[in-house]
C-alpha cells in the first residue's frame, strides 16, 4: 500500500468516526480541504513540508483570498506547480508568523536584560547603603578625634568608603552600558525581521503585506487631508512566454531588472511593491 492511499484510507476510517453534531461540519470541511489539499501535493510531486501543506490547506479552503491569487497565477502560468514557487508564495504571504516567532524570541531576551539591569541597580543601591551606613559612623567617630592617629584613621577610613562608591559608580555604569548595548542590537535585530518580512525575497521591493498597510494609510490620509493619491499597476509584456522559451531562472533576473528600474525611478514617499508574480 502507497503512501497516498494509507493516508486516504486512515482520513476515510476518521470520517467513519462518531462525531458531535456541533463538530461535524466543521470537522468534515477540514478533513475535504486537507485531502484535497494533499492530492495536489501528491499530483505535482510537491514534498510534504509544512510550509507547501500550509499554502496549498489555505488555498483548497477558500478563505485566503491572496493566496488564491497567487497559486492560481502560478497555475496559469506553469503545467504545475512546484515546491520553490510555492515556498514563495509563503514566505510572501505567511512571513508574519516568523516575524511573531523573531519577536517573541526578542522579547523575551530584552525581559532578561530588563531583569539584569534591575538586579544591578538593587545591588548597586544596597551597596550604596552600606556605605551610607558607614559615612555616618565615621562621622561619630569623626568627633571625638584627638589625636594625629586617630585622625590619620578616620581620613583612611573616608578614603575606603569613597573608593568603594566609586568603584560601585563605575560598575553600575559599565553593567548600564553592555545592557543598553545589548538591547540596542536586539531592537536592531527586530527592525531587520520587520523588514524583511515586508520584503519581497526575489526582487528586494515591498512585498503584498506591505503594499496593503500602506494603501490603507494613504487611503486614510487622502479621506482625511483631501490629498492626492496615485497608484500604477504594471506588468511585464510577453513574460509568461520568455519564462517558458527560457526558463525560470532568466525570467528572475528580468524580474530583478524591471524592480531595480522601478526603485531608481521612483522618489519621495513613493512605494514600489511585488503585487503578484510578475
Known sequence: MTR????????????GTDMPSTYTDNFE????TGENAFSLLI?????????????????????????????????????????????????????????????????????VEIRNIIDVMTAAGEKSDECDT???????KFASVNTHEQLHSVVEILSNITRAMADNNQNLNSKLKQSSQQIEVLHKDLDIARNESNTDSLTSLANRKKFD?????AIDNMRENGTDLTLLIVDIDHFKKFNDTYGHQPGDQILRLVAQTLKNSLKGADLPSRYGGE
Open 4 to 15: 497516498h492511499n494509507l493516508v486516504i484510507k486512515l482520513i476515510n476510517a476518521i470520517k
Open 29 to 32: 470541511r477540514s478533513l475535504e
Open 43 to 111: 499530483q505535482d510531486t510537491i514534498p510534504v513540508w509544512p510550509e507547501m501543506y500550509e499554502v496549498l490547506y489555505a488555498y483548497e479552503s477558500g478563505d485566503n483570498v491572496d493566496v488564491i491569487s497567487a497559486i492560481d497565477e502560478l497555475k496559469n502560468a506553469n503545467s504545475q506547480l512546484n515546491s520553490l514557487d510555492i515556498a514563495k508564495v509563503h514566505e510572501q504571504l505567511f512571513s508574519n508568523n516568523k516575524l511573531m516567532d523573531i519577536s517573541e524570541d526578542i522579547g523575551s531576551k530584552i525581559n
Open 134 to 140: 558607614a559615612l555616618c559612623k565615621l562621622e561619630t
Open 213 to 217: 498597510s500602506t494603501m490603507r494609510k
